[in-house]
């Protein structure tokens, strides 16, 4: 066996023989590498693409939709404030009725009314007795019952068809025991 051993320096490239043999050897793998991530890019701009058109298209549909149903919504507010309105009224009738109730339970029958008069916080009466003490216990009464936080009793005054009075009740509280 014969070997070769060669102790003289090996001759130094030039930088143009480096530069070709780099642009041989590493560089096409560099450019491949790139090309992928440039085609990647490509494909993933088209989904994007359309991505944003079928968003589009969906904000278009829905945008339909409520332009459609906007004019049903406005009916929808409109019948519910109407509700509202009739629950309101129907709570003032409510304590109405109860307090008529109320009034005709604790009027003896000796006593005939002659006006009444309902306002929002308030029940004026004007009425007739045959005896003066029905007329103090009806006032007792509904003194006792505290059911209206001011009663008045305006004027007893003796007429021909008897004791003429009038009274004045403000603000009712049914849920008073």
Same mark, same amino acid.
């Given at each position: 066996?014969?070997?070769q051993i060669n102790l003289f320096p090996s001759n130094e490239q030039k930088t143009s023989d480096k530069v070709v043999y780099f642009l041989f050897?590493?560089?096409r793998?560099?450019?491949v590498f790139?090309?992928?991530?440039?085609?990647?890019?490509?494909?993933?701009?088209f989904?994007?693409?359309?991505?944003?058109?079928d968003l589009k298209d969906s904000v278009k549909q829905k945008r339909e939709i409520v332009l459609a149903t906007s004019p049903l919504m406005?009916?929808?507010?409109?019948? #519910? #404030?109407?509700?509202d309105t009739v629950k309101k009224i129907l709570t003032i009738q409510d304590g109405f009725v109860k307090l008529k109730e109320y009034i005709f339970s604790k009027v003896p029958s000796v006593i005939v009314l002659k006006s009444i008069r309902l306002k929002e916080s308030s029940l004026e009466f004007s009425g007739l007795s045959a005896d003066p003490q029905a007329v103090r216990d009806l006032y007792d009464s509904l003194t006792e019952d505290k059911k209206f936080e001011k009663i008045n009793l305006e004027g007893v005054k003796k007429t021909e068809e008897g004791y003429a009075f009038s009274m004045t009740l403000e603000k009712f509280n049914a849920d008073k025991k």
């Open positions: 066996m014969k070997y050897h590493y560089l793998y560099i450019l790139t090309q992928l991530i440039v085609i990647s890019v490509f494909f993933y701009r989904k994007v693409d359309q991505d944003i058109i406005k009916e929808v507010s409109q019948v #519910n #404030n109407k509700v």
